[in-house]
């Protein structure tokens, strides 16, 4: 790409509203579009990320075996009735509007019920079971406030996906299947080192759901942290029983703010009672389905990225979620495509600054831009080239094909 | 992908109220799910024939210099009040809900507004234009009625690319490069040979705008066809003066059913002008920006495709947009994965009935699924393998190595 074709440039402020630091920084080197408090368009830059999210997540949840479908976003109100969910005085984050007959319909914020029903349509036999159907889509929850950036948007994009199991032994393994999934998620996301497995409360049937928390001050959450083991325990299970239990010594916590990153859920037969989701056993008994939720917020993990890696220049990408890999830029008097040419032609992807400005604008938008690999061509160099990592100090200076070599590995 | 493990299946009968025969069908093949009227959701196979879909409009969009971005669902009042399209009497079509704090907010049903207010923020100079981004989202309209399956639904996916342009010349240029992109794009979704350009009306700034319609007897337009020529008028510019002006004679012209699988529009400065979207040319003079409008429903593409191909066993893809090129069905009593496992090392895209169920269902369901290459592993075959095309009669018996080499082609 170059970046004189790309419609956005970068920007010294951001709105005056926005006080959080992912969504100011997003917003200022062209990811994102504030629309209204906690809704955001992303702008070419900003969906090259979320795709690339989208990947990472798309090949893990696919190896664990799950199939991807798309639900809609408008929900039944006779399908939520049958979990008691429907109500605003049950759930109070509805968004809700009206067809043109005065029928209700919601906007949807999470996809249990969604899920129940479908499946209950295709859901007969043992043979029929284990499935794992998830969705990526864009998710609508009626927030009270919302003041920290891509954290916690009233509109987001998201990842769920169901396990439908005979039972709690095959539902276990796969939950057990999953936690490691997710784990890869973020540990490929580049916030693996930030981020907790942490016990959370678990409702009626489980002990325990799973958070994945990441440090950050910009955190809502406060869970507490055994380094050492490299789990946590959020604040609402942080008794003295759940700690006996896990084997934590209260000693070695300590307490961190954070951000739930994603969380997975055992939610036994809660939803498959209501829907009569069952499947004939082997013995052609009736049994109930066993499920469990396994989410992601794309939106939210991309501003953790941004919110724990980010230094005082701007954002610093992880080259796995990158927008491209490499940001070349050209200070020469006489500019030309020779380096831009080779790296496509490596599948290198590469945004190439041939702009017609100064050097110190050029550096400085790379900077708070975040693209991993810098190079610059420029006349002291010759037919040299100068590379620096976002997130090193030092430069170095290569022959064309030395940098290419670098590269493609 | 065995078909053992895709969670949905066949189904006899698709639900009362279904009426269009491209739902019935899509429903009954396990494509999507009908969550209410004018509402589905795309399970697995269906998201795989969008995702298809998708990918073809994205190659015809980037090859015509388009940039992809994701603009929200939700919509900003203040933004929708510059173009004076906020009130429900002037625009009939509208979802809307609320925040918490009782602010309206807008479901996205087209994306003029949300697109000249972004770029209001980053066009100032002549340097900054041209510029193509476009969009695939999730668009809401609150249709009275909805009873043609995915060809109007209240809830669909659509591609919006929008062109910002200098001024008529450069938009008029790139509008003819948009109509041959539509064209490219109806034609490797195979039903370029049913779909007419044809002329509409075309609002204050243009004398035309073009539909691109699709022949069929479920469509709701009506147009004029001149088959010779290759084009057509919808029924509201079908006037003495019109035909004239395109050298239509009337007596060449056809009366016919079709639906509108998508459409060109220019806008000229209609949104421009109330956004202020201005750019300084380069005699430093303020110039409005000159747009144009191109759209597609990749659900309604879906839908048409099925209805104009099907046959009275079931639907018949284009392999192009298939969600597999093959059906391979094992009707042995000792199934084995080898030829499986042949096409997936082969890279080719292949759906495996390894179910424990009757040939006679195997071969039902495949056609009614319509996967375009149908391949039967048999006892009376030994080793050979029958080939069937979906959309052809005869069957002929080649040797794994001769498959193969076909279906590389």
């Known amino acids: 790409m170059r970046q004189s ?21 997003l917003i200022r080197g062209g990811y994102i579009y504030k629309e209204m408090a906690g809704v955001y368009s992303f702008l070419p830059l900003g969906l090259r990320v979320l795709n690339k999210i989208e990947g990472i997540i798309r090949e893990e949840m696919n190896a664990i075996g799950g199939t991807e479908m798309r639900t809609s ?11 008691n969910r429907w109500d605003d005085n049950i759930v109070n ?17 999470t996809n ?55 039972d709690e032994t095959e539902h276990n393994e796969f939950y057990e299947k999953a936690k490691q999934a997710y784990q890869n998620i973020f540990k490929r996301a580049g916030i693996g080192d930030l981020t907790y497995l942490t016990f959370a409360s678990g409702g009626s049937f489980s002990k325990f759901s799973h958070e994945f928390q990441t440090l950050t001050e910009a955190g809502e959450d406060i869970i507490y942290v055994d380094e050492k083991k490299g789990i946590a325990v959020n604040k609402e299970v942080n008794t003295d029983e759940v700690l006996k239990d896990l084997g934590l010594n209260k000693k070695n916590l300590v307490e961190k703010k954070a951000v739930e990153v994603g969380n997975i859920f055992s939610l036994g037969t809660k939803f498959s009672d209501p829907f009569d989701l069952k499947y ?29 890696l980010a230094d005082d220049r701007g954002i610093i ?19 030309d495509d020779k380096l831009y040419q080779i790296l496509q032609n490596d599948k290198i992807e590469v945004i190439y600054d041939d ?46 094909e030395e940098v290419i070599e670098i590269l493609k590995k």
């Open 73 to 83: 976003v408008f929900q039944n109100k006779e399908v939520w009735e049958k979990s």
């Open 112 to 166: 249990e019920e969604a899920y129940s029903n479908i499946l209950k349509q295709y859901i007969n036999s043992y043979k029929d079971l284990p499935v794992y159907p998830y969705d990526f889509k864009t998710i609508f929850r009626n927030e009270a406030r919302s003041k920290s950036g891509i954290f916690r948007s009233r509109e987001f994009y998201w990842k769920a996906l169901y396990s439908f199991s005979k």
């Open 5 to 25: 074709q790309l419609f956005t440039h970068t920007l010294k402020e951001s709105p005056k509203d926005e006080v959080s630091l992912n969504a100011q920084l």
């Open 355 to 400: 702009r017609e400005i100064s050097a110190g604008i050029k550096l400085k938008d790379a900077d708070l831009i975040g693209i991993p690999y810098r190079l610059v061509l420029s006349d002291k160099l010759g037919d040299k080239v100068e590379l620096k990592m976002r997130n090193e100090d030092n430069i170095k200076v290569y022959s064309i």
């Open 280 to 308: 004939t056993n082997k013995e052609g008994k009736e049994e109930l389905v066993v499920m469990g939720s396994y989410g992601i917020g794309l939106g939210r993990l991309m501003g953790t990225i941004v919110e724990v």
């Open 317 to 335: 990408w992880p080259e796995t979620v990158a927008p491209y890999k490499v940001h070349l830029i050209d200070l020469r008097k006489k500019q």
């Open 93 to 109: 984050n509805w968004f809700k509007t009206k067809l043109k007959n005065g029928t209700e319909v919601g906007l949807s914020f």
